[in-house]
């Protein structure tokens, strides 16, 4: 059993901001670990990325953020996130990782990086955390 990708964490996140509520994102983040997550190999839980953060959040930080591009949830405050009206009908068909890069393609840097396979979209996260990191 593997953790899942961060496409795989969209339905999910949408369960858990089914209720209309506008939650903290550290708190989506715990809730759908808990109520999604928490049977996987504790070691799978554990297992983080280079800067240190657990790779299942990372993965659902991600998730969040996409549904966000495709206007299934927004940020009514910072740090916080509901669902949309859009959010709410969604069905499995309608969230997957392909139809929403195809709402978001075509337009700004958004839409360009998006429109990147997943090797590239790395390879641009790897250099702008370099770029980081050296300011």
Known sequence: MDLPKFN???LPILDVLKNEEAISGRELIRRVEEK???KRPQELLDQTIKSGERLIENRIAWGKSYLKKGGL?????RGYVQITEK???ATPESISLETL???NTGSGLNGTYLSLNVQARGQVLNNLSHAILRQ
Do not use: I, L, N, R
């Open 8 to 10: 795989e964490t969209f």
């Open 36 to 38: 999604f997550y928490s």
């Open 73 to 77: 949830v927004h940020y009514p405050q």
């Open 87 to 89: 959010g709410k009908v």
């Open 101 to 103: 890069q195809a709402e």
